[in-house]
């Protein structure tokens, strides 16, 4: 069985008045609505459920960097692991 999740793409501008009918779509229609500023996308409005999963994989994948990186550790062939921020630091702050 296949689940077909439709995506809208719409500018920051036109999105803001749509705002609650865009975050319905998301939770109760699974849509995926992408908000462009001067044409590239910046954003997208998701049901919480897709944000989850997201943040899930994301901590899949960095526990697996853990562990590779015990692992070198403990077998001796320690090599070193670049830091990569996942967050921006906000301008204002």
Do not use: W
Not at 21 to 44: F, Q, V
Request: glycine letters at 4%; proline letters at 3%; one cysteine or more.
């Amino acid at each position: 069985m296949y689940i077909l999740y439709m995506s809208t793409e719409m500018s920051v501008t036109e999105a803001r008045p749509e705002l609650p009918e865009l975050i319905n779509r998301a939770c109760y229609a699974g849509e995926t609505t992408y908000l462009t500023k001067h044409g590239r996308r910046t954003a997208a409005v998701v049901s919480a459920e897709k944000a989850q999963l997201l943040e899930d994989l994301e901590e899949l994948v960095d526990s697996e960097e853990v562990r590779k990186a015990l692992a070198s550790l403990a077998d001796g062939t320690e090599t070193r692991v670049p830091f990569r921020r996942r967050t921006t630091r906000s301008r204002n702050g």
